[in-house]
C-alpha cells in the first residue's frame, strides 16, 4: 500500500550551534526552507519515519525541540495555506531532490 504524502511544518529550537546547523542540513534535504527555523515538507510515511530517525540522533532530548505540524494531503484542496504580516510568503520553488 502507498501512502499519499503529508505537509508538514517543522520547526526547531536548537541549543547548540553545531547541532543547529546539522538540523537545518538535514531538513534542506526534505523541505523549504520558509522563515528561521521553519520547514515546509511534503513526506510519505516512510520519509517522514526516515525524517525522525535521522533527526532523533542528531538533537540532545534535554535541550532541543523539533515540532511536526501535520498541514493535511498534499494538493488536497483542504491543504492549509499560509498567510503573513509584513513580508510577504514566497512561495518555494519546486524541485527534485535525491536523498
Not at 16 to 22: S, Y
Amino acid at each position: 500500500m502507498r501512502s499519499h504524502p503529508q505537509v508538514y511544518l517543522v520547526c526547531y529550537d536548537i541549543a547548540d550551534p553545531k547541532r543547529l546547523r546539522r538540523v537545518h542540513r538535514i531538513l534542506r534535504g526534505y523541505g523549504d526552507a520558509m522563515q528561521l527555523s521553519v520547514f515546509l515538507c511534503q513526506l510519505t510515511e516512510l520519509q517522514r519515519a526516515h525524517l525522525v530517525a535521522l533527526l532523533e540522533r542528531a538533537v540532545h532530548h534535554d535541550a532541543d525541540q523539533v515540532m511536526f505540524v501535520p498541514l493535511g494531503a498534499a494538493g488536497a484542496r483542504t491543504t492549509w495555506r499560509a498567510w503573513s504580516i509584513g513580508r510577504a510568503i514566497v512561495e518555494p520553488e519546486r524541485v527534485v531532490r535525491i536523498v
